[in-house]
C-alpha cells in the first residue's frame, strides 16, 4: 500500500486554487440523501456542500445496492469551526505527548483535523458519511464516525487490520461507490471523502484545486459565500 500523505504536508499546501465559484447547496433539499443532524448548527452550514460534490455523492447513491443508504454527516465548516477543532485536537496532543516539537503536534493533528488553511471542509468540498440500511440504521463501519487515532487505536484509518470483516466489507462497499463517482478518501478516515479541494488535487494528479476556502453569511433560505 503507499505511503499515507497528511493533510500537512507542504505538497497540499503547494497546490493552487483555481476558484471555480460554483455554489453551495443544500444537501438536504435534494431529497435521496439520509441527512444526519448531529452536526447541526444555527445556520445549518453543515448541510451545505458546492454542488459537483453532492452531484457526485448522489451517483455514488445510485451506485449502492438498494438496501443499502449514504448517510451524510457533515459537509460545509466554517473556518472558524475548523481552527476550534485543529487547536483541540492539537492541545490533546501536546498533553499527551509534551516532548513533541511543534512542527510534530501540527503533523500529527493533520491525522485528524485539517489545518485551517487548507481545509476541504471549509472549501464545501468535503464530507464525513457512513452507510446505514433502509430503515436508515447505521452499518457497522469498524469505528464510531470521528473516532480519533488514539480512541480507536488507529481502526479510523480507512485499510485498518483491527477490524471485523463485516465492517471492512461495508468499508470497501463505501469506498468503491465514492471512488467510482469520483471522490478522494483520506485514509486516516473512512468517513472523510472530498472532490475538488486541493488534497483531491494531489491525489488525481490535477494541476490546481477549483474549489477554495469560504466563509458564509445565511441569506434568506440560503448562503451567501465570500473569500
Ligand atoms: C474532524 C474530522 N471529522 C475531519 O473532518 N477531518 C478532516 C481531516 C478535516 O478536518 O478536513
Ligand atoms: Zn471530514
Redesign the pocket.
Known sequence: MSEIVL?SDPKVAAIPVAECGERLVDVRAAGSLLVDARKQDPADAYAYLREGVLERLLKAQAALPQDVRLLFV?GY?PPAL?RE?FEEYASQLRAIHPEWSARQVHSAA?R???PPDI???SAGA?V?LTLADAGGRELDLGTRM?ADPEESEGACYTHAANISEEARANRRLLGSALAAAGLVN?P??W??WSFGDRYWALVTGKSAACYGPKEITPLGQGLVMSD
Open positions: 493533510m457533515e465548516r475548523q477543532y493533520s485528524y483535523v485539517s481545509a476541504p471542509h468535503a464525513d470521528n483520506y486516516t478516515e468517513w472523510h
